[in-house]
């Protein structure tokens, strides 16, 4: 595992940053974004979060309409399977993102557009470094303009 | 399917088999209604209907025409066949296989009671590609269709087409391995006609095996001009027996969060999450491509959510009331290779 820099920094460079929307859930990840913060381990700007009272709050709705409304990318992130807060909120959860996603490519969404993990409370190292994976891949993938309006 | 026959005369086999039952049914008041198919206004269609006494019997048909989901019509929205004194009514439904997966799928969501319905199977053949054929035709308005042999005939005022059944069978059914209403080991006598048992469904999922090695560009551009036409009628939805929600999330308004506009982001909205709705629950009857006005093939997406579940489920809808649907259960183990890891 390695601490995550600081190059993704806007004010550095010029270069073309993505905008992530997340959707954490209040128990277990928003708090371990929470303790990377205060850790101060270092990671991305790029993200915005959405706290939700759990993983299983997600409707495919809230993931389709960032990606319609321009997000570059989208991030879930819930609490580890066996630990949701609501004791099953993240195994129902977890069905359902297995088949957005795969419905998503199917549709023709470019896989790395949206992004499931499960980070901890405890968890501000793993949270940190997995957005910042998150934020690699969109990155790559470049601007979302698929939903842009022609006129 | 026995080749050999002749689809004519299997159609009218099967057509003069169900009479024959729906007849006996009526006449020892096993049944109080029986719902089927009868001779549509135009030339490509069919039509439900709901038959109450024997003379009517002579008025349900089958053929290759005959697309329409019956289950449709025993699910919550529309009304209940209820009579004030009786109670419940006892329904009849022919059913092809896919009519009959439906009612066992709708039953393992509660939705139906299997003990007021009598599934009348029979072995289907498939159903035409109304769509396909109209395209063919273009402009010039079709008179007359009628079967002989394996060959679909389409007359009109001064054209006269034939078109090979085989190729211009619906899709979905193309696919098809459940062509006979599954039998219900736990009530045996749900069933009268021609039912079978299943057990270990192969399918290889080939048809769609071209399509998913595309890129995400390819697709998108063949997805879309798809769904680019799609007016929004929602016609997909009425003709579709899992689509029975009181309130679908398109009509949700108060607050309005689902775009109404015929806009390809609001259009792609619907289909997807039109998708979502029915992972693990259609039952690949086809009726939502063939009542679309503007010609849309939803049967690819279908296929693919037929797949999904299968593969990550092992399910397949509408063969057992008692399993539970996969979207409203779940496993610790399940899989989970799409969340993302530290290297
Ligand atoms: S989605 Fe289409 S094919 Fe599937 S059950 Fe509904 S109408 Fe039939
Ligand atoms: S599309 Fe979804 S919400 Fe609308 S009726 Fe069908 S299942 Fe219900
Ligand atoms: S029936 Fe066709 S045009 Fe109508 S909403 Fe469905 S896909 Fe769109
Ligand atoms: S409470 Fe965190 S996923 Fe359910």
Redesign the pocket.
């Known amino acids: 595992m390695t601490e995550p820099s600081v190059e993704t920094k806007q004010s550095k460079n010029k270069e073309w940053e993505p905008k992530i929307i997340a959707f954490l859930c209040n128990w277990c990840s928003y708090a371990g974004a929470d303790l990377a913060g205060v850790s101060r381990i270092q990671d991305p700007p790029n993200i915005r979060i959405v706290r939700v009272p759990c993983s299983g709050r997600i409707n495919a709705y809230f993931i389709i309409k960032s990606l319609t409304d321009g997000w570059d990318g989208v991030l879930v992130s819930g609490c580890h399977p066996g630990d949701c807060h609501y004791i099953s909120g993240n195994l129902v959860a977890r069905r359902r993102f297995a088949i957005l996603k795969e419905l998503l490519e199917f549709f023709g969404i470019e896989p790395g557009r949206v992004n499931f993990m499960w980070a901890s409370a405890a968890e501000g190292m793993r949270f940190a470094v997995l957005v910042r994976k998150a934020t690699e891949i969109v990155k790559k993938l470049g601007q979302n303009k698929k939903f842009e309006k022609k006129w | 399917m026995v080749k050999s026959m002749g689809l004519e005369t299997e159609n009218k086999e099967i057509e003069n088999n169900l009479r024959e039952i729906a007849r006996g049914l009526l006449k020892e008041k096993k049944v109080d209604v029986i719902i089927g198919y009868m001779e549509g206004t135009l030339p490509l269609l069919s039509q439900p209907i709901i038959i109450d006494s024997e003379e009517d019997v002579e008025k349900l048909i089958w053929n290759n025409l005959c697309y329409v989901n019956l289950a449709k019509y025993l699910v919550p929205r529309v009304p209940k066949f209820v009579n004030p004194e009786k109670g419940n009514l006892t329904v009849g439904v022919i059913s092809k296989g896919c009519v009959g997966r439906g009612l066992i799928h709708l039953a393992s969501e509660n939705k139906i009671n299997l003990d007021e319905i009598k599934i009348i199977g029979i072995p289907c053949n498939g159903v035409v590609n109304r769509q396909r054929i109209e395209m063919e035709i273009g402009e010039k308005e079709i008179l007359e269709v009628s079967v002989f042999g394996d060959n679909i005939i389409v007359k009109g005022k001064d054209f006269e087409r034939e078109f090979p059944y085989d190729e211009y069978m619906n899709d979905l059914c193309k696919t098809c391995k459940i062509r006979k209403p599954p039998l219900v080991s736990k009530s045996l006598d749900l069933c009268v006609g021609e039912c079978e048992e299943y057990s270990n469904i192969v399918d290889d999922f080939s048809d769609i095996s071209e399509f998913e090695a595309l890129t995400p560009e390819e697709k998108w551009n063949q997805i879309t001009e798809e769904?680019s036409?799609?007016?929004?009628?929602?016609?997909?939805?009425e003709?579709c027996p899992m689509c029975y929600c009181n309130l679908c999330f398109v009509d949700q308004n108060k607050p309005v969060w689902f775009g109404k506009t015929t806009d390809l982001p609001d259009?792609f909205v619907?289909?997807l999450i039109r998708a979502m709705h029915m992972a693990g629950r259609c039952v690949a009857c086809g009726a939502?491509?063939l009542?679309?006005?503007?010609?849309?093939d939803?049967n690819k997406i279908n296929r693919k959510l037929e797949k999904i579940v299968k593969e990550r489920f092992d399910f397949t809808s509408g063969l057992d009331p008692d399993v539970l649907p996969p979207m409203v259960d779940f496993k610790l183990e399940d899989a989970q290779e799409f969340a993302l890891e530290e290297d």
């Open positions: 769904l036409v799609c007016t929004r009628c929602y016609a997909c939805r003709a259009v619907y289909h939502c491509s009542v679309c006005p503007m010609g849309i939803l």
